[in-house]
């Protein structure tokens, strides 16, 4: 194999860390340029004029409809009881930055970027807001490379599997939800209870549950009363929804 230059070194890297990174999330593009474009800042067309290359600015505008849509129509399907305030509310916590930039440093997108050099040398791989929009310019890309479904499998292995693990219950009001649903159907009234505080001061956690006329429907812990309150309701709607 002939001798390399540093460019054509750094491009077979490149090239390399893609096709992993492909393997990665199981899904292989039809059209790669698209796959780097989305790793593609501004700073780096800036510093590359000569060459045809795009940066990842537009797909960042598509993937952010993309995202919310995919987003909201799981959590439509999700929680058939929610209000249309408290979706949004889910939906906007989970499309804001930091958990944006959460899932894009889970599958190490920040190694991926090309940036110009000024960019790189004051952090840019590592910024936040600059991670958040590459990660919604990749859902641009992977919709216009294959459609909607693929983008929806992404989101099964790195999104929605935290939703479900309630990582974005702190804006979920579930005991509303659940008295809403109990009142709409007169089927009686509420009561929690607190069953359990263990742990140290510094790392309590309580244990809860919530009754229906007596019978227990839900039990949830936390590491406040409030939160071990609020997921024994979120375990009690699961429960009433097919009624």
């Known amino acids: ?87 949004t509310k889910v939906r906007a916590a989970i499309v804001c930055e930091p958990s944006l930039v959460a899932f894009a440093n889970e599958l190490s997108f920040g190694k991926l970027v090309l940036l110009g050099k ?22 641009g890309a992977l919709y216009l490379d294959s459609g909607l479904e693929p983008v929806v499998h992404f989101l099964e292995k790195c999104v929605f599997p935290k939703i479900n693990d309630g990582a974005f219950s702190h804006v979920m009001d579930f ?30 956690e309580f244990v809860a549950t919530v009754s229906l006329n007596g019978e227990i429907l839900g039990t949830g812990s936390g590491k406040s009363k409030k939160a071990a309150e609020q997921h024994a309701a979120q375990e009690a709607l699961t429960k009433l929804k097919p009624l």
């Not at 000024?118 to 310019?137: H, N, Y």
């Open 118 to 139: 000024g960019e790189e040398m004051t952090g840019g791989r590592a910024r936040p807001a600059l991670l958040a929009d590459v990660f919604e310019a990749f859902i």
């Open 1 to 87: 194999m002939p001798k390399m230059n540093y460019r054509e070194r750094r491009s077979f890297v490149k090239k390399a860390e893609f096709k992993q990174f492909q393997e990665q999330i199981g899904h292989t593009f039809q059209n790669e340029k698209l796959l780097y474009q989305a790793f593609t800042h501004s700073s780096y067309v800036n510093e590359h004029r000569k060459k045809p290359y795009e940066d990842n600015e537009r797909l960042e505008f598509l993937g952010d409809a993309v995202l919310e849509l995919t987003i909201s129509q799981f959590l439509f399907k999700k929680y058939p009881t929610m209000s249309e305030g408290d979706l």
């Open 175 to 204: 005991k509303s939800q659940l008295q809403e649903f109990v009142q709409r159907d007169s089927k009686g009234s509420l009561e929690y209870k607190i069953l359990q505080e263990k742990g140290p001061a510094h790392n309590r």
